[in-house]
Antibody
Framework: EVQLVESGGGLVKPGGSLRLSCAAS????????MNWVRQALGKGLEWVSS????????YYADSVKGRFTISRDNAKNSLYLQMNSLRAEDTAVYFC??????????????WGRGTLVTVSS | EIVLTQSPATLSLSPGERATLSCRAS??????LAWYQQKPGQAPRLLIY???NRATGIPARFSGSGSGTDFTLTVSSLESEDFAVYYC?????????FGGGTKVEIK
């Protein structure tokens, strides 16, 4: 089955760290660019970060630049998001999303169910 | 950063009616715009990409149009499963951005 499954969310104090993981299955993971998109409860979607299939190209939203690090392990079919210096405004459901396979087609055609990150003291 | 403004915020319609949703960009995004549908408690689903191309498995009642700064998503005849929130997203440049969403609710 083609799917993405996120894990690693939870409750963390401001200033703390968390590492999210996304396990991919059912497709050739290394052929696809991957992304993290977040959604605060009751709010809209916010793009967080993207990484190309070979990991050579990485992009971040200004709101997380310098604090979050996206990475991938194609041998393990896994995507990661290391989140440091967390703030209350980072509280959201974090979705792992696959970009369409066509080059530069940064639209998200496969999504996980999301993992909730709560930053609170 | 390209700002996408969606209107209206809420659209109240009955099943069988036509829905017309708007997305306006703060600068030209050419045709590099997508539409997503999101239901409560679910992940978004890609409906339309590059302004007018339906994604795999999307019914023909969904159509997209527009270029430059003004885009439209049309649902020709609403079915019960179409009541949801719809988002537009541009890939013209970084950062990728989403609109604030339009909720299509049952009248």
């Amino acid at each position: 089955e083609v799917q993405l499954v996120e894990s690693g969310g939870g409750l963390v104090k401001p200033g703390g760290s968390l590492r999210l993981s996304c396990a991919a299955s059912g497709f050739t993971f290394s052929s696809y660019s991957m992304n993290w998109v977040r959604q605060a409860l009751g709010k809209g979607l916010e793009w967080v970060s993207s990484i190309s299939g070979n990991g050579n190209y990485i992009y971040y939203a200004d709101s997380v630049k310098g604090r979050f690090t996206i990475s991938r392990d194609n041998a393990k079919n896994s995507l990661y998001l290391q989140m440091n210096s967390l703030r209350a405004e980072d509280t959201a459901v974090y979705f792992c999303a696959r970009a369409r396979i066509e080059r530069l087609s940064w639209y998200f055609d496969l999504w996980g169910r999301g993992t909730l990150v709560t930053v609170s003291s | 950063e390209i700002v996408l403004t969606q209107s209206p915020a809420t659209l109240s319609l009955s099943p069988g009616e036509r829905a017309t949703l708007s997305c306006r960009a703060s600068q030209s995004v050419s045709s590099y715009l997508a539409w997503y549908q999101q239901k409560p408690g679910q992940a978004p689903r890609l409906l339309i990409y590059d302004a007018s191309n339906r994604a795999t498995g999307i019914p023909a009642r969904f159509s997209g149009s527009g270029s430059g700064t003004d885009f439209t998503l049309t649902v020709s005849s609403l079915e019960s499963e179409d009541f949801a929130v719809y988002y537009c997203q541009q890939r013209f440049n970084w950062p990728l951005t989403f609109g604030g969403g339009t909720k299509v609710e049952i009248k």
